[in-house]
């Protein structure tokens, strides 16, 4: 293992024994990561997450905050009103993590163009390889 690879943590995530591979896991979720984004402003209600996330189903969103609060990422609050409120918030941790996942958002949104183009290329290089 090359030194740059070696964590200051004691663990390596190249390993599949590892425990930071459930860690991992549960990051490439791209309703995880979505719903970190999200919640990064502040608290939201669950319908106002389902608002923002286009395309997750009712079920998948609660899915995700349930591991999300399983996992420490998120507070969940439930206000004793009727009908009962519920607001989700980022606990330090997701915090913490949010700041690093908004530079990937940031990053993805920039570079969408070029990857586009990229698949767009090699569809094109490879109709080709169909016909022959």
């Not at 663990?11 to 984004?37: G, N, Q």
Request: net charge neutral; glycine share 6%.
């Amino acid at each position: 293992m090359d030194s740059e690879d070696k964590s200051p943590f004691g663990y390596d995530a190249f390993r599949r024994t590892c425990p930071s591979h459930t860690v991992l896991e549960m990051l490439a979720s791209k309703w995880v990561y979505l719903v970190i984004c999200a919640l990064r402003r502040g608290r939201l209600r669950n319908g106002e997450l389902a608002r923002k996330l286009e395309g997750i189903s009712p079920k998948m969103l609660t899915h995700t905050l349930r591991v999300l609060e399983r996992d420490g990422l998120v507070r969940r609050e439930i206000f004793p009103v009727i009908p009962p409120r519920v607001e989700y918030e980022l606990t330090e941790l997701g915090q913490n993590l949010a700041g690093l996942l908004n530079q990937i958002r940031s990053w993805s949104e920039q570079h969408a163009p070029d990857i586009k183009d990229a698949r767009a290329r090699a569809v094109a290089e490879h109709e080709g390889d169909l016909v022959a």
